[in-house]
Nanobody
């Protein structure tokens, strides 16, 4: 069974930094994309950043230049380095991956349970 587990959330002051990690475990044949989404209270979940198997990255405009997504293929782990954090970045952050488990050999979307990021003075 495939599981995605996030870590690294917390409370930080405006202008501060946090690094989120997501580790995928289980019997995985191949991971295609890895990404981070966030959802603030009363708002829809939005894509923050994604990275393809080839290393191509994509960011939502509001975090471009402040956040960096990276991946360690050997560890099936990916990261979101968040700098210059703003109160508007406060949300629950979820990791996501499009991957193929050995059990099904079918591509599917998998999600972590989320980690809270709060930016406040």
């Amino acid at each position: 069974q495939v599981q995605l587990v996030e870590s690294g959330g917390g409370l930080v002051q405006p202008g501060g930094s946090l690094r989120l990690s997501c580790a995928a475990s289980g019997s995985i044949f191949k991971i295609y994309t890895m990404g981070w989404y966030r959802q603030a209270p009363g708002k829809q979940r939005e894509l923050v950043a994604s990275i393809s198997s080839g290393g191509s990255t994509n960011y939502t405009d509001s975090v471009s230049g402040r956040f960096t997504i990276s991946r360690d293929n050997a560890k099936n782990t990916w990261y979101l380095q968040m700098n210059s954090l703003k109160p508007a970045d406060t949300a629950a952050y979820y990791c996501n991956s499009r991957l193929v488990p050995y059990m099904t050999m079918r591509i599917g979307d998998y999600w972590g349970r989320g980690t809270q990021v709060t930016v406040s003075s």
